[in-house]
């Protein structure tokens, strides 16, 4: 009886008085994790237990929030604000990051894509890379500057947004729209960039600082013919039109653009290797995503449809003209028995200056704790949150100091989503770094 008390007294006299806190790395991940297993699949796209989560943090640090649901009881966004210490008339830093995350097939996964499970050095979970770990990044970040009063010279904000994987509707946008007042800032730093190994160069590590975007151009193509008995084929088969028209544009060679981000990234990284990653942001890309065509349901093998169609991804370099490619496109079909239909379209998306004090810092303390390294401005071939503070003037980089490989960018939106733990635990310091180098480089 004694000896199974004991353990419990010892336990009372020093656990109570010298209890274990965990490190600022290890409270890191444990709010990962606990972040990672909140499901926030879009769609359906539910942020309010997520924004919650984060909230709840927050106040406990004493740090100010203000959730806004944009879908009452479903989708919500949270605003996190450490105010100016010191008065200033500059503008925020805001530190964005979207808390939904595309859906996760379990039977697809080695392991529960919701488990936030740690193994092999690395914690793998739908979101750890895209972009979770970002947001517990942005939360220590604040934390940090919290509890070490930092002085500040701007306020430091920190936008928690949902619906980013279904466009931006009831998050950042949402928050542009109807809270913009509150945001306002001179600098976002989102999602868009790692530490790449092996991706845009063969031999040096490159911390990738998006600053640009690709425009979105989804085109459907119908083809008209003449509908008939399969016994008996015929020339104007609107499946046989379709597919001659996609192959004449799929064949087409792409050309490399002139645009001045990649003139810079030739500067700063040398000659790119030639990857899909690599040869998607340095040209107009279409990737062809759907085909249908066929008469009854399901669709009857021995009846040549009169109308076929399919749909392409068509992604364009950030000043590219939608106009002029479709024009292209027209063309390289030549025939009017193809029409070209615009299904969506992103409006044009702008370009932030890699030439500002944020950049120089970011720059600056990467080469310091990685000396070898490269940093250089780049063009990214998806779409981000950042494009929509863009547009609004607001200079935005997508940035987590992490280095990573092909095979774990290649996870993202996979099935094997997950994120080197060391990298995680040293990119929040270096975070943290960057942002306490570009608000003390400031502080009179
Ligand atoms: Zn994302």
Redesign the pocket.
Known sequence: MMKRVLPCVIMLIYGSTLPAQPSFEEEALQYLRKYLRIDTSNPPGHTLESARFLKSILEREGIATTLYESAPGSKANLLARLSATVASDKKPLLLLH?MDVVPADPARWPLDPFGAILRDGYLWGRGAM??KAHGITHLMTLIRLKRENVPLDRDVLLLAVAD??IGGGLGAAWMIENHFSQLDPEYVLD?GGFGLQGLLSTDKIVFAVSVAEKRLLWLKLTAQGTAGHGSQPIEDNANQILMAALDRILSRPGSVGDHPVLREMSRRIGVLPDNKFTRAIRQNTISLTTLSAGVGNPPKINVIPSVSSATLDCRLLPDESPEEFIQQTRSTINDPRIEIEVVYQSVSTESSSSETPLFRVIEATLKKHYPQAVVSPVIIPYG?DSAQFRRRGVTAYGMLPVIVTPDIIGS?HGDRERIPLEGFQRGIHIFYEIVLNFLEKEVP
């Open positions: 979207h895209d972009m980013e994987e999602e981000t993202l």
